[in-house]
């Protein structure tokens, strides 16, 4: 019976595993759309290995009743505690990755939109207004840009932090080109926003 249910798992969770690698080196999704996606995929996959945990505590019941065990017995247990063990780190690791990437795609989608409105509204300022009235308006403008950039240099930081955090808990390296297209962007929105605020200061 043991070595039965021994087998058996063992397929079942070699099985997984393939799908773990075929999951873990699936593209880097680069929207946000795609990256819920991805995550979903993971969770899926997540929940169903758990289905697994019963079924390796029922195998550690029947191998405590035999009497005379063997060691191929004991290795084989072993081999599948630690097959599952290291399934669930791989998952838990993807998950961690993806939601790290959720944070960036994120931060990319909506700091690129306040980026574009800046750069608009200070390209509409080129020439220096030629009375007073307009300098005053032209400064409150200025000021309330200046809020909005203060107010929105966390959701920047957050996206940095994301993009950051990612790029040291690393990709398998069939995917390492993904990362750097990611750091790309998230590198030249960091100088437009950076450009923003000089054009600012300056004006």
Not at 23 to 46: C, G, K, M, N, V
Not at 182 to 196: D, G, I, P, Q, T
Request: charged content about 30%; proline content about 2%; hydrophobic content about 40%.
């Amino acid at each position: 019976m043991f070595n039965e249910k021994c087998l058996l798992l063992s397929s079942r969770l070699e099985n997984l595993a393939k799908e773990l690698d075929g999951i873990i080196l699936s593209r880097l999704p680069q929207d946000r759309a795609a990256s819920d996606a991805a995550l979903e995929i993971i969770l899926d996959f997540s929940r169903r290995l758990g289905f697994f945990d019963s079924d390796l505590k029922n195998l550690k019941e029947t191998y405590r009743t035999i009497p005379m065990k063997t060691p191929a017995q004991k290795k084989n247990l072993d081999n599948l505690n630690e097959l599952y063990k290291e399934l669930v780190t791989q998952s838990n690791l993807h998950k961690e990755r993806l939601n790290l990437l959720n944070g960036a795609l994120n931060g990319l989608e909506k700091n690129t939109d306040i980026v574009k409105d800046l750069e608009n509204v200070l390209a509409s300022h080129i020439i220096m207004p030629s009375s007073l009235e307009g300098l005053r308006d032209l400064l409150k403008q200025l000021s309330s840009l200046q809020e909005i950039i203060t107010e929105n240099q966390s959701l920047m930081d957050k996206m940095n932090s994301s993009a950051n955090q990612l790029g040291r808990m690393g990709v398998p390296t069939k995917i390492i080109d993904d990362l750097k297209h990611l750091h790309s962007r998230v590198e030249r929105l960091n100088a437009r926003w950076n450009n923003v605020n000089i054009q600012l200061v300056d004006r």
